[in-house]
């Protein structure tokens, strides 16, 4: 399959911990990498690899994954979190890119 | 750091072909890198267009394979995307990116992205 699926939405209050989960058979051979996206801007990446984060990426953003479903953890929300977010992954055949549906994040 | 910047015309002619640039700073096109173009329609998620090697070698999204060429410029340290036949649908904002070195760590770089609408 080349498909990532991600729920729409989700929300978490200011302080606690959310997390936004992607699921895919291509997420059981290849690692997913997680987006943050704000409105009018580019997408950052956030996580890569079992779980990295680019210098400048807080360390509140972590990644995990299990079988084919892969998760980004947001440990102490803050307002700044709020954003889509999006994964992505090599394809089963690992030559081509899949994106993941996206996940609209709202801070309370 | 690496910077990439790109550009072309904001709009196109349904029929027509979308021709955009990305060009590359602070950094060598021919670095052990592929280089990616991605679109995201108006409220929509990101759709991968296709990605190419410093070589010449590209992959593209099978959904776009028939439309889509995407070529580079050692010289000018620059990589380009044509889509051709466009419609409303391509309409879209048109990023280009840089994939991670070991080429499965996602897309570690990119450009401000650009605006491009299909109309007459």
């Known amino acids: 399959s080349s498909e990532l699926t991600q729920d729409p939405a989700v929300s978490v209050a200011l302080g606690q911990t959310v997390r936004i989960t992607c699921q895919g058979d291509s997420l059981r051979s290849y690692y997913a990498s997680w987006y943050q996206q704000k409105p009018g801007q580019a997408p950052v990446l956030v996580i890569y690899?079992?779980?990295n984060r680019p210098s400048g990426i807080p360390d509140r953003f972590s990644g995990s994954s299990s079988g084919n479903t892969a998760s980004l953890t947001i440990t102490g929300a803050q307002a700044e979190d709020e954003a889509d977010y999006y994964c992505n992954s090599r394809d089963s055949s690992g030559n081509l890119w899949v994106f993941g549906g996206g996940t609209k994040l709202t801070v309370l | 750091q690496v910077q990439l910047q790109e550009s072309g015309p904001g709009l196109v002619k349904p029929s027509g072909t979308l021709s955009l640039t990305c060009a590359v700073s602070g950094g060598s096109i021919s670095s052990s890198n592929w280089w990616s173009w991605v679109r995201q329609p108006p409220g929509k998620g990101l759709e991968w267009i296709g990605e190419i090697y410093h070589s010449g070698s590209t992959n593209y999204n099978p959904s776009l394979k028939s439309r889509v060429t995407i070529s580079v410029d050692k010289s000018k340290n620059q990589f380009s995307l044509k889509l051709s036949s466009v419609t409303a649908a391509d309409t879209a904002v048109y990023y280009c990116a840089r994939d991670s070195e070991d080429d499965s760590s996602g897309m570690d770089v990119w450009g401000q992205g650009t605006t491009v609408t299909v109309s007459s």
């Open positions: 690899g079992k779980n």
